[in-house]
């Protein structure tokens, strides 16, 4: 199996349309994990959830691991995200990691289960 395979289109998808993207990928019980008011670790999501961190500019995955029994997997690395303008300051881009857990539905199909993205910090 190739997981990356799977990730690289996602990750163009999130880029190109943000969260509205995570639908045709999401498993039913689709969770994130990040820090802040946002959190929503252990809690089935909508992708709007994930929509007040900022767009993601890029994805620099850096590696994936599947599981011995090929029913889990996950993709982690880099991802690049806007931050918010704050006048007189232009948007900047800055850098976080993430982990995106990746489980294999019984119609063989490789679906998100968990997101887990650091939010860019807002500006002091």
Known sequence: ???PA???PYERERVRD???ALEPWAAGDLCFVTEG????AGKPQTPE???GFGPIVDFH???AR???SNDLGCTYGILERARASVWPRPAAVDTSVFV???RREPDTVWRLALIVENPIRPPR
């Open 61 to 63: 995955t850096q590696g």
């Open 37 to 40: 008011p946002r959190a929503g």
């Open 100 to 102: 995106h857990v990746w």
């Open 1 to 3: 199996p190739d997981l």
């Open 66 to 68: 599947i599981s011995k």
């Open 6 to 8: 799977t990730d690289e």
């Open 18 to 20: 943000g969260a509205g």
């Open 49 to 51: 959830a994930l929509s």
